[in-house]
């Protein structure tokens, strides 16, 4: 009953009806578009623009654009899209993926849903699997649109942000799929808006839609940098200051376990790194290695905390088992920062800057549709995932290829022995042969192999991948013979010579089933297209990977009890085919599981990068004053602070809030504990806040004009926000190889991953504003140079008392001078470095 219902849902033939009456509306057209002198029919893409503007739908233009593509690919290109291809691109227009066999002429079925969601002039993506067929479409059918009046631009990896920019900024733009993945990270990534290459991701047509969105969906991309040896130069820098300061250059805070440096500590780091201000803008990195050499050294603890193994490696210690976790390391730095304070090796960082998957990254564009000629495998990930349809398009012609039952052999080695037979006896008849190879390794022996019998052949792998397009069109030529990887079984069309037709056509030979069938059917697709004649078969071997894995002890048994010789014991039989099929529906379901799992973790990370890089972009292209969300920062940062030590004693709490306040907010002078007594959290958040935008506005006076403020507060966000973002990522990175183990206490590692990251997340936010607080607070901002006149002291006797630099003027009110502003005495000096020490 199930099985029932399931094909009355998902039949196919009422949805093909449908389709072939749309096309045989723009066929009705044939005749119209004909009669069009060629200016004429390039007049209708304006015409079609100008409808659309005054809103007519996409929909609505369907039939007269489709039309004005075959007019144009008739007079321009000299090819005629068939009925199947105006059917195949009305599937594509409305977001499916039409499964169209080998030869059936994808690429110019494409030219259709390109030149009609080109009109919108939101951009169009052409997404391939390499920059070879990039290149290719783009200059073959890039001479089509530019004669109707588009624009084509090719977006390949060596070009530069403002090449990339211009090829985005066309019309239609070809790409892989991998640059546009990189290209939205690094987007992402920029400092300001005009930096960014791609424009809104709103339609794209992905070719070769099964290998791009199910096979490579597996791994994502990750744009990361691994830690150079000048980063861990500075762990064991930041470890050495540490270890000179005393107990009051430094504070704990005992409950939450963190730590920070006092007003000395800071002074002393200063003194140490050379530096003006510590808490600049352009030291945040080094403020990082300082607060991860604190904890490394005054909170993390040796035979505690973790442990140093015979081989010099920091071993972490679970606090649950007192078991060391083998392969856990801490994240964020710290890790390293331990190693340099117990002086082992520093291994490397490799910190993850950004990172999406395939599935995520194409189910951001508006409109998603693909290509294939084997998809229908693949139909329930694509609809579960993508939401997208495979609909089966009937050939032109019908197919005349013989597929052939597998033959199985006992062993490797009779396998080839066989297959090189089988190539000897095609390449005699001079019929065209296509061996197909899992592995560069196979297909190196099979040469080896080829070249003892005599056999002239070619060999397209990923060694001599520059030689593709010479290699696939001498392959259907009579007698040659191509040897080659997965690289021919896509995309590639090979044509027949002159009598190979008579003679049978291209013989296609896999020496391998693959785990998965799609990639069999598009080996198998090279030959007999458009009703060519062809043949294809396949070998197979018990000691092939995939028929070790599924049940070939029983069949060797088998051919051991009947006590037949290797040239007897082939197999030739359509239930092993079938046999070997089933095997291979298993890997395929395994593969999905694996891929909807990655899926799964990476829904998590999607929300959280989408609010990230949407407050992200807000900022670099904000044109305005960004004062009110840093208030609300600094607001919810003493709140939080507040909040955090609310059931501590009345003392801890005091003393918790006051290290706060002048290690955070104001200088250590302007606050006393006393000030803080005897306040409620609400009356402590008020005081703490209004004494936060007194220093803000100090801080803000302190620059030349709005220009500058709107910059210095674009630059103290996006820092942090990068920083905290990259260091979130790794953490995540880390919880997701931690989470899987809890699947032994019957946890499901997703729901751990989900709820931990979630509060990952927001940890994550409230450090963000700790640090943008404590930075607009402390970073030292150069004041504009003022008229003598406006100075305090100017009086001929204080101006001869500075210069001697030997005492202070007595009209000088030592209270009003900040510490980090230039001595009263003359000396040249900061006053927390003269006077304001003694």
Not at 221 to 245: C, F, H, M, W
Not at 283 to 304: E, K
Not at 418 to 424: S, T
Not at 481 to 496: E, F, P, Q, S, Y
């Amino acid at each position: 009953m199930a099985n029932l219902l399931k094909s009355i849902i998902e039949n196919d033939r009422g949805e093909l009806r449908k389709i072939e009456r749309m096309a045989d509306r723009v066929f009705s057209y044939e005749e119209e578009m004909a009669a069009l002198t060629d200016e004429e029919l390039k007049a209708k893409t304006d015409e079609f623009k100008e409808r659309y503007d005054e809103g007519e739908s996409l929909d609505d233009l369907l039939y007269e654009a489709f039309a004005v593509v075959r007019e144009g690919a008739k007079r321009v290109l000299g090819l005629f899209p068939y009925k199947v291809q105006v059917m195949g691109g009305i599937v594509l227009h409305h977001g499916d993926v039409p499964e169209m066999r080998t030869g059936e002429g994808k690429t110019l079925t494409a030219t259709m849903p390109v030149y009609l969601n080109a009109i919108s002039g939101e951009g169009v993506h052409v997404v391939t699997v390499n920059e070879y067929l990039s290149e290719r479409d783009a200059t073959e059918m890039g001479e089509l649109y530019s004669w109707l009046g588009l624009s084509v631009g090719i977006n390949l990896a060596s070009k530069s942000p403002m090449e990339k920019r211009q090829a985005y900024a066309c019309d239609i733009t070809y790409s892989t799929n991998a640059e546009i993945g990189f290209d939205y990270l690094r987007d992402n990534m920029v400092a300001r808006p005009e930096d960014m290459v791609q424009r809104r991701l709103n339609y794209a047509l992905v070719d070769e839609v099964d290998s791009i969105l199910i096979d490579e969906a597996r791994t994502p991309l990750i744009v990361s940098g691994p830690a150079s040896s000048e980063t861990n130069q500075l762990y064991y820098l930041a470890d050495r200051y540490v270890k000179t300061l005393n107990e009051d250059d430094y504070i704990i805070d005992v409950p939450s376990k963190t730590i920070g440096l006092s007003d000395s500590g800071i002074d002393k780091a200063e003194a140490y790194f050379k530096l003006d201000n510590l808490y600049d803008i352009e030291h945040v990195a080094l403020t990082h290695f300082i607060d991860n050499a604190l904890r490394a050294n005054y909170i993390m603890t040796l035979d505690i905390d973790y442990v140093v193994s015979p081989e010099q490696e920091i071993l972490i210690v679970d606090q649950f088992t007192g078991r060391t976790m083998e392969g856990r390391r801490f994240s964020d730095g710290l890790h390293q920062a331990i190693e340099a304070k117990e002086a082992v090796p520093i291994q490397d960082e490799s910190k993850t800057s950004a990172s999406i998957t395939y599935q995520n990254l194409f189910r951001m564009y508006k409109k998603l549709s693909g290509m294939t000629g084997t998809g229908k495998t693949e139909e329930e990930e694509f609809r579960e995932i993508y939401n997208i349809r495979i609909i089966p398009i009937p050939t032109n012609r019908p197919v005349q290829r013989i597929d052939h039952p597998d033959l199985l052999y006992p062993s490797l080695e009779a396998k080839f022995k066989a297959v090189v037979e089988e190539v000897k006896y095609h390449y005699e008849k001079r019929q065209p042969v296509l061996v197909g190879t899992v592995s560069v390794d196979t297909s190196d022996y099979l040469s080896q192999k080829l070249v003892s019998a005599g056999i002239p052949h070619e060999v397209l792998n990923a060694k001599n991948h520059y030689k593709e397009a010479q290699i696939i069109m001498n392959a259907g030529q009579p007698g040659a013979v191509t040897i080659a990887t997965n690289m021919a079984g896509r995309g590639t069309d090979i044509k027949l010579g002159e009598g190979v037709r008579e003679n049978g056509g291209l013989c296609v030979i896999g020496t391998e089933r693959h785990e998965s069938r799609r990639i069999d059917n598009q080996l198998r697709g090279r030959a007999g297209r458009q009703g060519d004649p062809g043949e294809s078969q396949f070998y197979l071997s018990l000691e092939d990977d995939l028929m070790r894995r599924f049940g070939s002890e029983r069949i060797k048994a088998l051919l051991d009890r009947m006590n037949l010789s290797e040239e007897e014991s082939v197999i030739r039989s359509r239930m092993l085919t079938r046999q070997v099929e089933a095997a291979q529906k298993r890997v395929e379901g395994n593969n999905y599981d694996t891929r909807k799992q990655v899926l799964q973790y990476d829904d998590v990370m999607r929300e959280q990068r989408e609010i990230i890089y949407r407050e992200r972009y807000d900022v670099i292209s904000a044109d305005r004053d960004l004062a009110p969300e840093i208030h609300a920062m600094i607001r919810r940062t003493i709140k939080r602070q507040v909040e955090n030590h609310s059931r501590s004693s009345k003392e801890e709490r005091l003393e918790a809030l006051y290290n706060f306040a002048h290690y955070c907010i104001v200088p250590e002078d302007e606050i006393e504990k006393e000030d803080l007594e005897g306040l409620s959290d609400a009356a402590m958040v008020d005081y703490l806040y209004d004494l936060a935008m007194d220093v803000y506005d100090d801080q803000v006076a302190k620059l030349q004009d709005d220009s500058a403020v709107k910059e210095f507060q674009k630059v103290l966000i996006l820092r942090v926000v990068d920083n905290k973002w990259t260091d979130h990522i790794d953490a995540l990175d880390q919880l997701r190889n931690a989470v899987g183990l809890r699947g032994y206490a019957q946890n499901n590692p997703v729901v751990e991953y989900q709820s931990e990251g979630f509060r990952m997340f927001n940890d994550m936010i409230a450090s963000l504003e700790y640090d943008v607080t404590r930075l607009m607070m402390k970073a030292q901002i150069h004041q504009q140079e003022r008229p003598r006149a406006e100075h305090k002291i100017t009086t001929t006797a204080t101006r001869n008392i500075a210069a001697e630099g030997k005492e202070l003027p007595e009209d000088v009110d030592l209270n009003q001078v900040g510490r980090n502003d230039l001595c009263p005495c003359g000396s040249g000096k900061r006053f927390k470095n003269c006077h304001g020490q003694r």
